[in-house]
């Protein structure tokens, strides 16, 4: 089974940039659907974007579109969060997750294989 491992969060002052990676392995990550998700102290965990096996299609959280850009590169088997414009409310615990299935979905229950999370902190 794969395993996913996120990289790349921290602390940074509201307006700023960051980009995530979800690294994987002992699998394939091009068989998988990727989403991204995020859990503040307190709150369900949310998805903000989705990004399918080839990265043809996308879903993004009404939160983040606009801000976010979700992509992978199959080859090195990673997936990417881009993430400028930052906001205080942007800060959460993030996770990638992988799902077998074609079609991209929102729905935490769909997906099979989860990181454990990395800190992204948002300064005002």
């Known amino acids: 089974q794969v395993q996913l491992v996120e990289s790349g969060g921290g602390l940074v002052q509201a307006g700023g940039s960051l980009r995530l990676t979800c690294a994987a392995s002992g699998g394939t990550i091009s068989s998988y659907s990727i989403g991204w998700f995020r859990q503040d102290a307190g709150k369900e965990r949310e998805c903000v974007a989705v990004v399918s096996r080839s990265g043809g299609n996308t879903y993004y959280a009404d939160s983040i579109k606009g801000r976010f850009t979700i992509s992978r590169d199959n080859a090195n088997n990673a997936v990417y969060l881009q993430m400028t414009v930052l906001k205080p409310e942007d800060t959460a615990v993030y996770y990638c997750?992988?799902?077998?299935?074609?079609?991209?979905?929102?729905?935490?229950?769909?997906?099979?294989?989860w990181g454990v999370g990395t800190q992204l902190t948002v300064s005002s």
């Open positions: 997750a992988a799902r077998s299935g074609v079609v991209i979905m929102s729905r935490r229950s769909a997906y099979d294989y």
